[in-house]
């Protein structure tokens, strides 16, 4: 059964920070993995899918990478802001798509 | 953009009542979802849907479950004798294929059953 583990649990960092966030996963078999945010009482929005043959993706000040074979995959925040503050979940889809426990993050000014 | 839209946003209902919660997926796309998240844990993988049944289903998703796409655009997840337990957000999603494609997830709806 896949199992997704998120690291840290939580994150506070001054504005302006670069920070990885981390995601393992226990099933290299996966089609892909895709990385949302989570604002508190909202929905998840999408912010990068990476398929199972790919390395990383990138989109603006987000890169996420994937190592299937490790089962692992990081999230790269540059020059972080205090509108980063949010919940970030990982991802993986097999059969089923199975989520992490997510990362709370908090930029402070 | 298109999106993926639920209602109500929250609901609350008492234990032993039926309740139905509406999606409208994006409208090209062919595969649906349903996914809950119990406060304060993780988001679960309920069922999933294709070309009008069922493709997969978690152990979450007992008889007390069932989906229906009622015509071409609502999406909907009934609880049948709702439960203190079924408390959480549900978030319906969808995607134009299924393996290799991106979900989009809607806003959710938070159900309370009191």
């Known amino acids: 059964k896949q199992e997704v583990t998120q690291i840290p649990a939580a994150l506070s960092v001054p504005e302006g920070e670069n920070l990885v966030l981390n995601c393992s996963f226990t099933d290299s078999a996966i089609y892909n993995l895709q990385w949302f945010r989570q604002d508190p009482g909202k929905g998840l929005t999408s912010l990068l899918l990476i398929q199972s043959s790919q390395r990383e993706q990138t989109s603006g000040r987000l890169n996420a990478s994937l190592d299937k074979s490790s089962g692992r995959s990081t999230l790269y925040i540059a020059a972080s802001q205090p509108g980063d503050s949010a919940t970030y979940l990982c991802a993986v889809q097999g059969n089923d798509m199975r989520f992490g426990a997510g990362t709370r993050l908090t930029v402070k000014p | 953009e298109p999106e993926v839209t639920q209602t109500p946003s929250h609901q609350v209902t008492q234990m032993g009542q039926e309740v139905i919660l509406r999606c409208v997926p994006i409208s090209n796309h062919l595969y649906f979802y349903w996914y809950r998240q119990i406060l304060g844990q993780k988001v679960e993988f309920l069922v999933s849907?294709?070309?009008?049944?069922?493709?997969?289903k978690s152990e979450i998703f007992d008889d007390q479950f069932s989906v229906e796409r009622p015509d071409g655009s609502n999406f909907t997840l009934k609880i049948r004798s709702t439960k203190l337990e079924d408390s959480a957000m549900y978030f319906c999603a969808s995607g134009p294929g299924r393996m290799n494609t991106e979900a989009f997830f809607g806003q959710g709806t938070r159900l309370t059953v009191v």
């Open positions: 849907f294709y070309n009008n049944e069922i493709s997969e």
